[in-house]
């Protein structure tokens, strides 16, 4: 049996919540277009077993080097014993010569697989497949076993610390530089060995998402240590360029700047999209169709109530702005709140089908609305 969908119908954390109630056991796949990523996650009657994603694999090896719990002439013997024909796992081999016990190898793994997780939970588009059945072979270096719902909250709890870091780190797409230094002698620094990591990365060029892929860190995990360094004076923070080179697209006309925002984001640039669609608040912010580029902006960065805010206001503006009624549906499902949800997207259906709207686009709508029913009422439960 499979579950699939594009995730702006139905958001990832529905769809983990959906699995976990459902206690299924199987595959899931995320895709994401924009981010040209792809996670993979395994489940066992409802619980996460395993997850992996493309663009960070989170080797084990080199996870148990980091954190200095094996050296790396534990890791060349364990490799080389699997090159010379060994055919067990790396962490049964790590295990075995004396290098890991269980218990850290499990650690490390149950820590990948949650870094794969809350990664993927972020993404508000892209595509989501679900395969149920039999796992033959779960892909992993230890076994694991953990709650979905504990994942849920541990999520929950990160979009609320994210809205803390949000005023000073908007986005991947800042720039951070070192600070001026400061008059006067302070003393050495008193960094962790990550934060010493991410400050020696910080080169004034590359952006807050080159410095993860380049350390193989999470986006979370990179923007909560340079909020740090920011709030130290270490680091200065810098909004990406729209675009090297050019002004952001002040004096520019309404129509124009919004069509680079979209250029920029169906070239899979959001940084750019963010500063344009900025831009063009600043200088119209009156415009129904600037406050709806803000909430899909919003709704990409995982942040359904600004999201919200800006869809509202879209609609006070111009009642009629069909988009509008649309996004504003997504938001509220994000936020749980599925009755809402449904009476817009239906208030857009209404409109979409006088307007002979796109029908593959007509047809998602009608898919989420039915989604957002039945997951209401398995989340309800036999009383509700």
């Not at 002698?185 to 010493?196: F, R």
Request: hydrophobic share 40%; no cysteine; glycine share 10%.
């Amino acid at each position: 049996m499979a579950i699939e969908g594009p995730l702006k119908e139905l958001g990832i954390h529905d769809v983990f919540q959906l699995l976990d109630l459902s206690r299924k056991t199987g595959v899931l796949t995320v895709t994401s277009t924009l981010r040209h990523n792809k996670g993979t996650v395994y489940f066992d009657n409802g619980a996460v077993v395993y997850a992996a994603i493309q663009s960070n694999p989170h080797p084990l090896g080199e996870l148990l080097l980091r954190a200095g719990k094996i050296t790396e002439a534990d890791l060349h013997r364990a490799r080389d014993m699997q090159q010379q024909g060994d055919k067990r796992r790396l962490g049964e081999i790590l295990i075995d010569i004396g290098a890991a016990s269980q218990r850290e190898l499990e650690r490390q793994v149950s820590f990948q697989v949650e870094e794969v997780i809350f990664e993927v939970m972020n993404w508000r588009e892209g595509y989501f497949s679900f395969v149920e059945g039999p796992l033959q072979e779960v892909p992993a270096d230890a076994t694991v076993r953990i709650s979905t719902e504990s994942l849920l909250m541990e999520g929950a709890r990160r979009i609320d610390e994210w809205s803390r870091i949000e005023p000073k780190i908007p986005h991947m797409g800042v720039v951070p530089g070192l600070a001026p230094a400061a008059g006067g002698d302070h003393g050495g620094l008193d960094l962790l060995p990550a934060e010493w990591e991410v400050l020696a990365a910080v080169d004034g060029d590359r952006d807050l998402r080159a410095i993860a892929e380049a350390l193989g860190r999470s986006d979370f995990d990179i923007a909560k240590t340079a909020f740090g360094l920011e709030s130290a004076g270490l680091i200065s923070i810098a909004r990406g360029s729209p675009a090297a080179g050019r002004s952001t697209g002040e004096g520019e006309d309404l129509e124009e700047v919004l069509q680079r925002a979209a250029t920029a984001l169906d070239g899979g640039d959001v940084a750019s999209a963010q500063a344009w669609a900025d831009s063009a608040h600043a200088q119209f912010p009156h415009e129904p169709a600037v406050h709806v580029l803000l909430g899909h902006l919003s709704l990409l960065g995982n942040q359904p109530p600004e999201a919200e805010q800006h869809l509202r206001r879209a609609l006070r503006l111009d009642p009629l702005v069909a988009p509008a009624h649309r996004l504003l549906g997504d938001a509220l499902a994000r936020q749980g709140r599925f009755g809402e949800a449904i009476e817009w997207w239906q208030r857009w259906l209404k409109i979409g089908e006088q307007s002979e709207e796109n029908p593959e686009e007509l047809r998602r709508v009608r898919e989420a609305v039915q989604a957002a029913e039945t997951l209401g009422t398995l989340l309800r439960g036999p009383s509700g």
